[in-house]
């Protein structure tokens, strides 16, 4: 079943009238959505990326360098700039890192300095998955480091296997490693190019590189990996890249104390850890086909009343698993409860919270993972719950 058909039987989102390819969250697809963004986002500050925000107002981004030749037929570098203030497409979060960075004197030994930024972008890169329709915007998750020459292969190495613990935690596939060649030899920045290059590129093919790809001459500041995951059909999607960049911070200006009392210029490691959480939604549905693990899932808990003259402590049990942390949900309808379990099971939420007339009497909660069964203090469920689906790491 394709992701448009799972959230739309799970309540997550619904396309736009018209197909324009705009999503409409619905509230538990939002859920979703920043349950991801957290999953992201502890995986950076746990390998030391500090969470910003930069204003896009008023950045004059440098985007792009292009080599051509002088009129002696010697190269030179043109400098691409977009102008944010006025509108652009997508937005990136290149030109405020820096200039945080630049706005207080570091030394050599405050490197490496680590940034990660979410970032609305437009659908140019924000695809779902092959045959469907693209989704028009979409939020990514930037980063940047800036280091000395000499960390480049160990903020590398560790930058790809924390992309691969990311995804691998969505229980997705491996990722596959693309290396795409820079073409920086013909400028001199002040950072040894060749020992820059030979770090970036020895940590990718230790980490298993599967190909390389020619790169084309719109970004010359460095080789690049891309990360690609194969989609429902076997078809790889590019999910997030990451590009060794040694002639921005250059150009930018930007400096830093050496050790030797001087200003040396730092590599810069730009990093996108997902070009679109709306894709990894749409290729995490598809894999799972709906079941998601139970720490993703936008309803963990349902919680069942066996009958109306349970309903009050069923509701106390509902409040309580949230104050928990538990996303929890109340389902006292009035129905059968052999036909609510059937609509909770429709609704793929992996734990199933039965109280009945024993459960009020001794304040506990009969919990259904599967068609196993088990009763636990309703103040030991949060735990209970914790020791049967471990936390992705």
Known sequence: MNHWR????????ISEAGGSGSVIWQPRGWTLHRVLEGHFLRLLQTSGFSEVRTSVAGVDKIIGVVFGTDGD??????????????????????????????????SWRDLPVRYSEFVECDGGNAGA??????????????????????????????????????????????????????????????????EAEAAFVGAAMAAGVKGIRQSDRTLPTGPGLQFLLPDRKGRLKDVGTLQLDVITASLNGTRYVAKDGGRSTPAILHFTVVNSIAQV????????????????????????????????????????????????????????????????????????????????????????????????????VGGFLSSQFPAPK
């Open 129 to 194: 998955l092959g045959d469907h329709s693209p989704f028009a915007a979409s939020v990514a998750l930037d980063a940047h480091v800036l280091c000395l020459s000499e960390q480049i292969r160990d903020e590398t190495t560790a930058i790809i296997a924390m992309v691969r613990d990311a995804y691998a935690g969505m229980g997705l596939p491996d990722l596959e490693l693309v290396l795409r060649p820079g073409f920086i030899d013909v400028v001199t920045v002040g950072i040894e190019l060749e």
């Open 73 to 106: 037929g010697l190269p030179e570098a043109e400098v691409l700039r977009a102008d944010l203030s006025h509108g652009s497409g997508q937005r990136r979060s290149c030109g405020g890192h820096l200039r945080l960075f630049d706005a207080g004197l570091k």
């Open 281 to 380: 939604i749409a290729m995490v549905l598809e894999q799972h086909q709906g079941r998601l693990p139970y720490w993703m899932a936008p309803v963990q808990v349902a919680v069942l009343p066996v009958s109306a003259l349970h309903a009050d402590f069923a509701s106390h049990a509902t409040a309580a698993l949230k104050s928990s942390g538990l996303r929890s949900l109340l389902f006292a309808q009035r129905e059968t409860l052999s036909r609510r379990i059937v609509r909770v099971r429709e609704q793929m939420i992996p734990v199933i919270a039965v109280i009945g007339a024993r459960e009020v009497d001794r304040e506990t909660v009969s919990i259904r993972i599967g068609e196993v069964i088990h009763d636990v203090p309703l103040s030991e």
């Open 6 to 13: 799972l959230a739309r039987q799970l309540g997550l989102y």
